[in-house]
């Protein structure tokens, strides 16, 4: 009902609710990022957690379960890690909310011919930064009323001959934006603030700053209640100036995998996944 409603107000979008890739095609990826999260035995800094705003998001009920193997059914992370791998030569990524950095650092560890940036008003997870080389640091004052209370940071890093960077920032702060300013991005992960006026808060930012590639996709986690009405939005509004070929909303298994029930995962691009050819 919701959904019709929504398809109403905004335009007649009818997003899919299915890939056209099937589990079976993502088999490669699901065992690559397995393998990934085997690296690492524990997500959880307790010194990082007890000086975070807000325990990187990770509640106490996600946390019990954060370090257990997710089960074979494929998640959001499989999706991306095969999508940026299917349709980039050259993936920019960008995810807005690493928290701890468990689908960061599979999508580090599987796309070899990935540039990784992070943007988290939580400091970059010390489990995360002992895997990288801190290579820079620049930083700027918080806006004041923010609930990150100390300076932002944007730190580079190197990962394997590959550029890594990490925003420590409050998403609200225009000022953090503005950092990423001259970067495009081609695939991009939205995850942070679960808000539907902080999802259209951060589309805009990515508009004004130019941070889109020409050819490029958007995924957006958690799109329940209202977030899914920003969703609807943003492709009311953008849908000419970008040219959207594809939109989906579905369910998917997330984070810590078959331990909670599946994600609402909202996704569009502006190529076609029938389009078999490999571009930036
Ligand atoms: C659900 S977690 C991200 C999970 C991660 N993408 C993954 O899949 O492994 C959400 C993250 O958003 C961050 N966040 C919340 N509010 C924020 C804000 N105002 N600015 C920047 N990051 C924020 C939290 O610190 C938290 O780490």
Redesign the pocket.
């Known amino acids: 009902m919701i959904d019709l409603i929504n398809k109403w107000l905004f335009g007649g979008v009818q997003p899919k609710k299915k890939l056209p890739f099937s589990a079976d095609q993502l088999t490669a990826e699901i065992k690559t990022n397995r393998k990934t999260l085997n690296l690492v035995d524990n997500w959880v800094d307790d010194d990082a957690f007890a000086r975070?705003?807000?325990?990187?998001?990770?509640p106490d009920y996600?946390k019990k379960d954060i370090n257990r193997a997710i089960g074979e059914d494929p998640t959001?992370?499989d999706i991306l890690l095969y999508v940026s791998k299917k349709y980039f030569e050259k993936p920019a990524y960008l995810?807005?909310?690493?928290?701890?950095?468990?689908?960061?650092?599979?999508i580090l560890e599987g796309n070899p011919a990935a540039t990784l940036t992070g943007?988290?008003?939580?400091d970059i997870n010390p489990v995360l930064s002992s895997r990288l080389i801190l290579e820079s640091t620049t930083d700027w004052d918080t806006p004041p009323d923010?609930?990150?209370k100390n300076p932002s940071t944007l730190k580079t890093f190197r990962f394997q001959n590959r550029k890594v960077q990490y925003m420590c920032?409050?998403?609200?702060?225009y000022n953090?934006w503005s950092k990423l300013n001259g970067k495009k991005f081609n695939i991009v992960?939205s995850?942070?603030?679960?808000t539907p006026e902080?999802i259209l808060f951060e589309f805009e930012m990515l508009v004004k700053y130019n941070l889109l590639d020409e050819k490029f996709v958007i995924v957006w986690?958690?799109l329940v209640g209202k977030m899914k009405r920003s969703f609807y939005q943003i492709i009311k509004r953008y849908n000419k100036a970008f040219g959207l070929k594809e939109i989906y909303l579905f369910n998917v298994n997330?984070?810590i995998g078959e331990h909670e029930t599946p994600h609402a995962i909202g996704i569009i691009s502006n190529f076609s996944f029938s389009h078999e050819g490999r571009s930036h």
Not at 52 to 58: E, H, L, R
Not at 95 to 106: C, D, L, P, R, Y
Not at 191 to 194: G, S
């Open positions: 975070s705003w807000f325990n990187y998001g990770v996600i959001y992370t995810e807005i909310g690493v928290s701890v950095g468990k689908n960061f650092f599979q943007f988290d008003i939580e923010s609930i990150k920032a409050d998403v609200w702060d953090s992960f995850d942070a603030l679960h902080a986690d958690d997330g984070w």
